[in-house]
């Protein structure tokens, strides 16, 4: 079986997984207009930067210890007290009038979030093990990932037109309560491994340490980085662009996003054969280098005619579906099952921290200089760490490591499953970083 949507456990999740982020997309909106209305003209974008700012320090610093206290929890018990609590805490905030109180209910809403998304990401190599199904599986999601931010604001306006603003919080408590059913309608896998004991501040900066000692990982975080720093420019100003450059924000930014939607759809659709043929290096690198030859292209030359200004956004998506997709399928082959959770919430931390740093810093380029030359410096930053992503991510990087255990009884548990030569017990396995493997192995099997 290599389609994930023939698996039922799938099938279900994956519900849940678009019931979610339509939620986050109404919410995304209503929190908008929430700000304007509080603050008007004036101070209405301060406060909605208050609550994106929010929402980054709990994704950054929260991740990572959220995993840790919820990791002796049952999985499927802690997504469903997760997602119900995100839904409880939207209730209120339609009756909010102060900017302490939607900042507040915001901040909380974001904390249940940095816990509920790594364990769900880590949730579903366990439910399709097989890895060509598990790589389809981070294409349906990165298509859902996509549809949201172009479809959610589509939904919001038709949603718009029947009920008031602060009805949207409804919608998305009712689209959370979906999630819930879905969730409480899938049979979990059993964790099938032995939860990590140990001090708390250990387990919380456990998948930290992995990403760090990991030559792959440190490699995935760069590529996600050189992208956002150069698609945070597509995100922040094509607002911008569609009203300075076309004349007509309302009317041809939806137009530019559909375009780069259609784009990131048929890159996640891509992804799998493009690994099943080359790497997930490759893919990633692709898609960074790919993104930053467009921006810098479309910078240096002539603004083109609308058609040629939609290819240009599908090929921004495209190219960033091929970083962003293949991120999880790097993550299940580096860390071992028992810390799967951990890396992924290490990775959903970081890769925000990344965000964190480029959407101010495109925002920021934009108001200094032109938007063509901010999309240029963008570009040629993010080429420039994209290169040294390849220096830190080995083009030669198989799985299987030789090392030696010196230090081991010859009648260690490691040594029964995976038998050693010679004194030092020397031999070669899918190698993670963990107890009995603290650095990387320098030598491939």
Known sequence: MTSPLANRAFRSLFAAQVCSLLAVGLLTVALSLTAYEIGGPEAGGRILGLLLALKMVAYVGLAPIAE??????????????????????????????????????????????????????????????????????????RIAYTLE????????????????????????ALSFLGSVAFLLATRFPERGHVVRK??????????????ARTPRLRGL?????????????????????????????????????????????????LVPRLVRRSSERLSMLTGAFAFAAVGAVFALLPQPPMAGLLAIW?????????????????ITRSAAREDRAAVFAAQFSLSHAGWLVAYPLAGWLAS???????????????????????????AQDPLERAHDHPD???????????????????????????DLHPNWAKTPA
């Open 68 to 141: 840790s206290l919820l990791a002796h929890l049952p999985r499927k018990g802690a997504m469903v007290a997760l997602d119900f609590g995100r839904m409880l805490l939207l209730l209120p905030m339609v009756f909010v009038a102060q900017t302490w109180e939607i900042a507040a209910l915001a901040f909380l809403f974001f904390v249940l979030a940095s816990g509920f998304t790594p364990l769900f990401q880590s949730v579903i190599p366990d439910v399709l093990p097989e890895e060509e199904s598990y790589t389809k599986a981070l294409a349906w999601s």
């Open 149 to 172: 931010s172009v479809l959610s604001p589509v939904i919001a306006a038709a949603v718009l037109k029947l009920v008031a603003p602060e009805a949207l919080f409804l919608c998305a």
């Open 198 to 211: 140990g001090p708390f501040v250990s387990r919380a900066l456990r998948g930290m340490k992995i990403y």
């Open 221 to 269: 975080f760069l590529l996600n980085f050189a992208l956002s720093l150069a698609m945070a420019w597509v995100l922040v100003n094509s607002v911008v662009y569609a009203g300075a450059r076309l004349g007509d924000a309302e009317g041809l930014y939806p137009i530019l996003m559909a375009g780069y939607g259609f784009g990131a759809a048929s890159g996640a659709i």
């Open 314 to 330: 599908a090929a921004f998506g495209l190219a960033s579906s091929l970083v962003l997709t293949p991120g999880g399928l790097v």
């Open 368 to 394: 200094v200089v032109t938007l063509e030359h901010a999309l240029l410096s963008l570009s040629l930053l993010a080429a420039l760490v994209a290169l040294i992503a390849t220096r830190v991510w080995p």
């Open 408 to 434: 081991l009884p010859a009648d260690h548990p490691h040594l029964r499953n995976h038998p050693g030569h010679g004194p030092r017990h020397s031999h070669a396995h899918a190698y993670h970083i963990d």
